[in-house]
């Protein structure tokens, strides 16, 4: 026998056998791999594709591409933000702001704890991504350079100057062929 219980979260979960609905009546499918999970129907799938492809799509248009009403997609809109599902954001052209070189650096911590580290490093405004590895290298940093005499200022004067940082390897990315950053840790945002 199957049961349909309303789960916002796997923490509700009383067995796998469980039909889920979502808030709204719908089956749906669970979104995350925490207690906190929310769960998602197909029409908050289709509204996010929606919105990957055109965050400034406005919510009629939605609305009418899914065949649900306006006032729909602005609540769905407003509980996919407020469960940490999806944000809406800006992303600028590296290249625009006249960053010609994204580098990736392999950084070697030693006589420091590697966090302390990363926690360091995250605050430098031409790193864009810092990353704690599972083995060595500790951190894997992306870097934003203007040119290869900022790239070498960037490696000496601040990734360089951090405490712990004992070795640096730079790899520089000569053509990218894909950047996807369609996914991220929400739960991490303050």
Known sequence: MTTHKTCHSLSESPHARTRYTNRFGKASFP???NAGATFLDQIDRDLIDTLRGNGRKP??????????????????IRQLRSDRVM???LRRD???????LQ???DVYVKGRDVASVADDLAKLTEASAVNIMLGSPELSVTVNAVDRADLQRILANEIGSIRGVSKTEVHVAVSIRKYQHGYANLGALP
């Not at 590296?94 to 010609?100: E, I, R, T, V």
């Open 31 to 33: 979104c995350g791999n």
């Open 103 to 105: 580098c990736f650096v």
């Open 59 to 76: 919510n009629k248009a939605i609305a009418r591409k899914l065949g649900i009403a306006e006032s729909t997609v602005a609540l769905r």
């Open 94 to 100: 590296l290249f625009s702001k006249g960053y010609n």
């Open 87 to 89: 944000l809406v954001s």
